[in-house]
Structure formats: C-alpha cells, structure tokens
C-alpha cells in the first residue's frame, strides 16, 4: 500500500496547493440550492474499490461548487479563519499517527505536548501561572464544559447568566443541562451590566470579550468582583478575540481575565489553526476533574497519570496539539503578532473609509478585526444589500442586529487577506449599494 | 507560501509512509514515564519562525518516545483501529478545504456529503429508510445528546438505564446531566436482564451491541419491546460491534436495532477512519432538532435549509464526512467486508488457541474480533502477565474484569493485522506466562 499512498500523498498535496493558489478567484459563498451537492452523487455506496484519485475528480466536479470558501482572502463574514499551511500538513501528521488520547499512557505525547503548547499559549496571552489548560473541539463544548464543572460545585444554584449578546452557546449549554438562563442587558457600547446580574443565585456567570455580534467587550473586572463576592464560577468566553491577547498593546480589553475560573479562546479562528482547536485554560482543574473523571475497569493502568479524559466530556481525543504546536512553531510569537497587527490596520482602514463616506455608518466601537457597519437605510435594503454582495460571489460578509437594527459585519482574519482584498470588498458594497 | 507548501508537503507524505512501513517495528505501548516527553521540549515557544522540517524532526526525535502506536498491527488493545491510507489523505483535504460546518450555506458540500455517507453506511448496515445520520466525534458525545433529546421528551423521567456492562459513557452522560442512572444486572453471558429494567421511571435506555469489556450482545429485541411499551427512548451503542453490520452473516446479532430511537457506530474503530468520526443514526430526527435548535440572529440566513448544528451539541463540525466518503469508495463494499471477515477469522484462530492449550481459558462468548481469556492463575499473575507483555513492547493488549475477575483481551481491528502478528501475540504471551 505504500508505493500507492506515496503517489495518492503527491496528488493530495498538489491538489490542496492548487486550490490554496486558485481560492481568492472563486466564489467566496457557495452558490448551489439545496439538495444540487446530494443528487449529483450516487444514491448507494460502491461495490468495488474505486482508486483516491476518482475522490479527488468528483472533489473537482461534483463537491466543489457547494464549497464556501472559508480559506479564501476574501471571507469577511462570521469570523474569518485560515488554516495555515503548517496547520494543515500537521492534520495530516496527526492522521497518519491516528493517535487516541483516552488515557495518559494511549499516548503520552499528545497529552504532554497538548499540555505544553496550551502552556505557550497561555505564556504568549500574558496570563499568569495557575491556568492548567486542555484543547476542546469547539467553544460550545467548552462553555458546556465549563457550565458543567460549576454546576457540579453549587447545583443548589439552577440558573446561569450571560449577556443578551453572548454567544448563543450560553442559551444552548443551559438548555441542555436544563439551566433557567438570564439574558443581563447590555449598555449603550453593548456591555453586559454587571448590577443587574442575578450572580448569588447562578452557579455561573459568561462573561465575553468580543463578543459575535459586534466584538463588544464586558466590563470583566467589576463581573469578577460579583462573582467572587458570590462564589459564583465566572467563565470568560473570548473565543475569536482572546487571539488578540498575543498583542501586548491590546492587553488592556482582557484586565480581569485572569480573575476567571475558566477561560475559552479558539486558536481556529484568529491563529492560523484549522478547525478544530478551542482552547479552555482553568484555574480549577481538580473541579474539572471531579465532575469529569470517570476510569471505569477496562481502563485502569498501572501508572496513576492523569487523563485528558477526566477532564472532558469526549473519553477519546484526536492528537490536535501537533497542529497548535506546528503553528506555534512555524509562525513564532512575531510572525503572528504580524499577522494580527496586519488584520487590525486593515480594519481600521476599512472603518475610515465607511466613516469617511456620506451615508454609511460605524455603528459598533471597532476593538479588533471586526468592524459593524450600515447604510444609512432601511433594514430591508441593507439585507438586499448584502444579499447582492455575497451572491455577486466576490466577497461573502454576514450581519448582525444591533438595538434592533440589521447591520453589516466585516470581519478580517485570514492571514491571505490584502488591502487589495479589502479594497475590492468596499467596493463592491458601494457598487451594490448604487445599484439597490 | 505554496511552493514550501509543495515541498513541506512532499516531506511530510513521505514521513507518513515511512511511519508507516516501519510501525510494525516499534514498541507498541509508549515506554516512556509521566513527564518525559514534556521535559524534554522548551518551556516557552519560540519567538521567530521555525521551518516546518524542523517540526517533524522533532517529532522524530522528541516525541516519537511518547507515542503508542495505534496504526501498529500488533496494537491489540480496547479496540483496534486503523487509519487507512485514503482516510489519513482526506483528512489532508479536509484541512485544506477548512469548511466550517455550521449552517447549510457555510459548507453545502460538508452538509449534504455528510448525510449522503451515513446513509451509503445505514445501506450497507441493513438498517432500513426512516433513519437520518450525522456524524459525532465521539460515541460519548453521541450517547450524550441522545439521552439530552430523550430527556426533553421527558422531564418528568429522570432516570437513566444501562447495562452493569454498558460503556462508562452512560454513566458520564447521567453525571453530566444530573439524572439518577440504573445499572442493570446482567446473565451468565454478560447480557442485560431487561426485566430488571425500571423502565417506565427512565427517559432513556442504552441498550449495547458489543459492551466494551467482552462485546457481548443486550437481548435488544425485547429491550426494544419494553422501551416501546413504556414511551422510553432506546439507544442502541454499537460503537465498536456496529460495523460489523456491513457482514450479512453477522446481521442475527444486530436483531431489533432497528427499532432503536437512535443508534450509534464508529467508524474510526473497525471501519478504517481515523479518529474522529462516530455516526449516531435517529429515526427522531425532529425531537434532536427540539432539543438542540437554536439560531441565532446573527446566523439567520436567507435558504430555509436544515443545518447540522440543529442537531448537535457543537456549532461548528469539521468535513468529517470527506473521509468517511473516501474510505467506503476506496475500499467499496467487498473491500471493507474482506477486511472484516479476515479479522473474524484471525480471532477465531486464536480462541482457538487459547482453549486447546492447557491452563488458559476463554472467559466470554466470542461473538466479534474480540477474545477474552485467561491464564488459569490468580488474578494478580494475569495482571502481572498482561504488563509484562506490554512492557516487552511487542504487543498491546488491555484488560477487562468479568464476573470480579481480571482478564485479557485480545481485540483484532488494524487492517495491517496479519496472521503472523496475532501469532506472535500467542507466542508472547506463552513465554511471558511460562516466565511467571
């Protein structure tokens, strides 16, 4: 089989060089209805081995059209990610290892390297010592996670409070953990307000820094005081903006994080990671773990190590440290504080052009790489408006409500991403805003 | 970036098949202590760019130590698994397309090509039309959101049924989410009695099809019975023995699954994905969606398309089904049987040992590629046996305890696992017995 996967790897790698090389020219948002992708495949599987390359030719010709192009420099909505090229090889490592993390001994490295480079990242986020930290799928699971771990610790306490512009993982995670959830208003910048928190009867509070709809940031320091005062677990969701903290001169959006009993930041947004790699830091490991922890017989090992599984809720892992690590290392601490500077200049460029031009407005303060903007407008013609862009195939923006208006996002952070692109963007919004 | 792309990639292709041309040769279980691999790398990251070369030289000389080697066809433990060559090189697209499953229009392609491949799987599993899939990383998630649909359904029910034998998922899923679990007692062969079951206080039974410990079969024909006279939700964990299924002349075991709520299989144990990929099937895809819907404003898009995160517990899903799509075309249906029906065939070799040989016993009823036995001695001996073995680094295997007492297993999974292997499996674990 060797020979064979020497030659499949070959054509796999130029394949994905290819299309790395050719994804700014296609379309960012896929264009395909419903169903197209589906019935253009066969119903039932193959009888016979068919060789890698036929996957490849139907990639080309059947499932490419139904790509939006998370990877291309011109993905402005949601959050913009990249997976990097150290990233993605890595995912191909981490295949080829098919490593299990279940216990420390299935495979020590990934859970010592996976310890490690959480540690570094820590370092490079100027948090301090005392955040012991493990790598999660996605930011939902860890807001579950974390919600679970301190509901465990006050269960007399059914409630859990966010902001009504958290991330709807909040609502989900007291949802199914079946949570009464209070959603605190915000105040005019967007900010949770921390006196109208129920904090002494909630087992949790979520604080955000960035939040999604427009990067907002919570006023962390006076939460951490009610929560402490109340004994009641504060969790920091900064999982598109907590990359920023690897900017020193950005420090000061994240005063107070450091007072929280767990923190979540996804390195598959901001740092160049493919999906997926959530990173959740906490101060209160062995509570994890009591809520967590779980060997049953088949399990036990002689040596008495402890187990990323007992503090997740997955009982196996995939060795997603090698590709975190990968990043780390092929990018350093300087290329990617480049990247990022790079990202926040463009998008402050882009908010002085929308400032500069008569009829459009900022409508969020711009902290990061997110800036939230609108025609001046109805709503219903700045959703056509963006309707137009994104099915112009150019450029792919999404949008929020903000005091109940719809307004546009434009957020930056693929590390391909050029003034050109961004140009190209304002553009091609102010084409279809002549033309609406 | 993609002409060191192009090269870091051909280094890395040719890593992997060298990995995996030698991997027969390593020790199988990691040697190395608690601490060793982590000692060994830098306390901080670097500050400037590392080439890509030097990760993987790294990876060589550092952390190869701390790996136990999952791909090893003499890796005989919990389950066996195979990265396959196609599965290790999708995951190499799958990285480099980075789609984001989260709503139908973020990935078409990832959406639609996921619920094509778990039907192509329900076809050739002989589960009948009416069952919709998607794809999980793991059984526990799997089994978690199960019981989280099952519980929205009854919340007045809180109380949930598995097998004394039952993965301890089960168990975790009741911790997590606060219900009362009943562990049911079990037969002579290991199955679940299910008129034990407090079955009209439960919202959920997890019924197994191959238990962790002994792959033994729940009687799920009548489970299904009760479950359905009481209104109780019934999944069926099938996560190890459920590909089986693909072998019409192993369907007997699989009778009434059917008539399960909801059914989970990995893939990434026996069916040659790498990790992670676990399809929960539901025939109650409208009560997930109950459960686990939740859009918010600022993912509102203009297509009414079901979306994937309607129906699980993270936002974001990675292009799993790319893989999945690759190993059952590049194996087809025969192929993936051939492979089954020869670990079926190497397991019934060595049972077979076991019982000619004087002073070993078989200790379950072998109904999959799992053997479990032991030598006639005190249980600390076989304990002592087992680590011995696996100390000697040329095999792995885990242990169970049944009936009170420990016992090996012996689990065949790894495409590459050749007669020889399972021979020298034997051999090894005579001399180390006679050592004693």
Same mark, same amino acid.
């Given at each position: 089989? $060797?020979?064979?996967?020497?030659?499949?790897?070959?054509?796999?790698?130029?394949?994905?060089?290819?299309?790395?090389?050719?994804?700014?020219?296609?379309?960012?948002?896929?264009?395909?209805?419903?169903?197209? *992708?589906?019935?253009?495949?066969?119903?039932?599987?193959?009888?016979?081995?068919?060789?890698?390359?036929?996957?490849?030719?139907?990639?080309? &010709?059947?499932?490419?059209?139904?790509?939006?192009?998370?990877?291309?420099?011109?993905?402005?909505?949601?959050?913009?990610?990249?997976?990097?090229?150290?990233?993605?090889?890595?995912?191909?490592? *981490?295949?080829?290892?098919?490593?299990?993390?279940?216990?420390?001994?299935? &495979?020590?490295?990934?859970?010592?390297?996976?310890?490690?480079?959480?540690?570094?990242?820590?370092?490079?986020?100027?948090?301090?010592?005392?955040?012991?930290?493990?790598?999660?799928?996605?930011?939902?699971?860890?807001?579950?996670?974390?919600?679970?771990?301190?509901?465990?610790?006050?269960?007399?306490?059914?409630?859990?409070?966010?902001?009504?512009?958290?991330?709807?993982?909040?609502?989900? !995670?007291?949802?199914?953990?079946?949570?009464?959830?209070?959603?605190?208003?915000?105040?005019?910048?967007?900010?949770?307000?921390?006196?109208?928190?129920?904090?002494?009867?909630?087992?949790?509070?979520?604080?955000?820094?960035?939040?999604?709809?427009? #990067?907002?940031?919570?006023?962390?320091?006076?939460?951490?005081?009610?929560?402490?005062?109340?004994?009641?677990?504060?969790?920091?969701?900064?999982?598109?903006?907590?990359?920023? #903290?690897?900017?020193?001169?950005?420090?000061?959006?994240?005063?107070?994080?450091?007072?929280?009993? $767990? *923190?979540?930041?996804?390195?598959?947004?901001?740092?160049?990671?493919?999906?997926?790699?959530?990173?959740?830091?906490?101060?209160?490991?062995?509570?994890?773990?009591?809520?967590?922890?779980?060997?049953?017989?088949?399990?036990?090992?002689?040596?008495? !190590?402890?187990?990323?599984?007992?503090? $997740?809720?997955?009982?196996?892992?995939?060795?997603?440290?090698?590709?975190?690590?990968?990043?780390?290392?092929?990018?350093?601490?300087?290329?990617?504080?480049?990247?990022?500077?790079?990202?926040?200049?463009?998008?402050?460029?882009?908010?002085?052009?929308?400032?500069?031009?008569?009829?459009?407005?900022?409508?969020?303060?711009?902290?990061?790489?997110?800036?939230?903007?609108?025609?001046?407008?109805?709503?219903?013609?700045?959703?056509?408006?963006?309707?137009? !862009?994104?099915?112009?195939?150019?450029?792919?923006?999404?949008?929020?409500?903000?005091?109940?208006?719809?307004?546009?996002?434009? #957020? *930056?952070?693929?590390?391909?991403?050029?003034?050109?692109?961004?140009?190209? #963007?304002?553009?091609?919004?102010?084409?279809?805003?002549?033309?609406?």
């Amino acid at each position: 089989m $060797s020979e064979t996967f020497r030659e499949d790897g070959a054509l796999a790698v130029d394949w994905v060089a290819s299309y790395l090389e050719r994804v700014r020219e296609l379309p960012v948002l896929s264009q395909v209805e419903p169903g197209d *992708i589906r019935r253009a495949l066969p119903v039932s599987p193959p009888d016979e081995p068919e060789p890698f390359s036929a996957v490849l030719a139907d990639l080309d &010709s059947i499932l490419a059209p139904g790509l939006t192009h998370w990877q291309s420099p011109r993905f402005f909505a949601y959050f913009a990610t990249t997976g990097s090229e150290p990233g993605v090889l890595a995912e191909l490592l *981490i295949a080829g290892l098919n490593q299990v993390g279940i216990l420390w001994r299935t &495979s020590p490295a990934l859970q010592e390297l996976e310890e490690l480079t959480v540690d570094w990242l820590r370092q490079l986020s100027g948090l301090p010592e005392g955040f012991h930290g493990h790598i999660e799928d996605t930011a939902s699971t860890g807001v579950l996670a974390a919600v679970i771990a301190a509901r465990a610790l006050r269960p007399d306490r059914p409630l859990l409070v966010v902001s009504e512009h958290a991330h709807s993982v909040g609502e989900k !995670a007291a949802r199914l953990l079946d949570l009464e959830l209070q959603k605190v208003p915000t105040d005019d910048e967007f900010r949770m307000k921390p006196d109208l928190m129920r904090v002494d009867e909630a087992c949790a509070v979520v604080a955000t820094i960035g939040t999604t709809g427009m #990067a907002s940031i919570d006023p962390v320091p006076e939460i951490a005081d009610r929560c402490s005062a109340a004994g009641t677990w504060l969790h920091v969701d900064a999982a598109y903006a907590g990359s920023a #903290a690897i900017l020193p001169e950005l420090r000061s959006h994240f005063r107070g994080w450091e007072r929280a009993d $767990s *923190i979540g930041v996804n390195p598959h947004k901001w740092l160049g990671v493919p999906v997926d790699c959530s990173v959740l830091w906490t101060r209160r490991h062995e509570d994890f773990r009591n809520a967590f922890s779980l060997v049953p017989e088949y399990l036990r090992s002689p040596d008495d !190590a402890l187990n990323l599984s007992e503090v $997740s809720i997955p009982l196996g892992r995939r060795f997603r440290a090698l590709k975190l690590w990968a990043v780390l290392r092929c990018y350093g601490r300087v290329g990617l504080q480049e990247r990022l500077r790079e990202h926040l200049r463009l998008a402050e460029l882009f908010e002085g052009w929308v400032r500069a031009e008569p009829g459009w407005d900022v409508v969020a303060p711009r902290h990061f790489s997110l800036v939230c903007f609108r025609l001046d407008a109805s709503d219903e013609d700045n959703e056509r408006l963006l309707e137009r !862009a994104n099915d112009s195939g150019e450029i792919f923006l999404s949008h929020a409500r903000l005091d109940g208006r719809y307004v546009l996002r434009l #957020a *930056i952070g693929n590390f391909r991403t050029t003034e050109d692109d961004v140009t190209l #963007a304002w553009n091609v919004l102010r084409r279809e805003a002549a033309a609406l």
